[in-house]
């Protein structure tokens, strides 16, 4: 009897070389050189893009503009007259010490919690100046004539505007 190999080889026995080099990947030198132009453009481009005191400006412009509706809600709800005062320090909540209707601001509103209602201004912000108050049913009132508002008052901070709404 006759053996018969019947292996079949799909392709030749030892090396096969292709006919073009593919190079697929990059080099490490490629890969160094673009690392560090991307630090480079890291450091130059970004601190433009995501400066400190434009978060800060954005920050103190809404918790001012919070502490104009949370004086308003507290003058409607104490029935106490409500007092904010903004300058370039910062804003402070006050109510009458003694009348809720008259007398001085001197009694400072307490914030949940615990501490006054007040902050500072960060560093690099510029605050504009608005000083009202609101009465026992919400309406502002301008603090340094006790009258009620006849036109929008306006406080900016930074590159933002608040604006109080007078009564219509």
């Not at 006919?19 to 130059?44: D, H, K, P, R």
């Not at 320090?89 to 307490?110: E, H, I, K, M, N």
């Not at 615990?114 to 504009?128: I, K, R």
């Amino acid at each position: 009897m006759d053996t018969v190999s019947r292996k079949i080889e799909t392709r030749p026995q030892g090396r096969v070389f292709a006919g073009f080099s593919t190079q697929s990947g990059f080099t490490v030198v490629e890969l160094v050189v673009v690392m560090v132009l991307m630090g480079i453009l890291a450091a130059n481009a970004m601190p433009h893009f995501f400066t400190a005191s434009r978060f800060d400006e954005m920050g103190f412009a809404d918790t001012t503009r919070g502490a104009l509706a949370y004086a308003r809600k507290i003058a409607v709800a104490s029935r106490c007259d409500t007092r904010v005062s903004i300058d370039a320090s910062g804003y402070r909540l006050w109510q009458r010490a003694t009348d809720c209707d008259s007398g001085g601001f001197t009694r400072p509103v307490l914030c949940p919690g615990s501490g006054n209602w007040s902050a500072n201004a960060p560093n690099g912000v510029v605050v504009g100046n608005l000083d009202v108050y609101f009465d026992a049913a919400g309406r502002p009132h301008d603090h340094a004539t006790s009258s009620l508002l006849t036109s929008a008052g306006l406080v900016t901070v930074g590159a933002r505007s608040i604006t109080v709404e007078p009564l219509t």
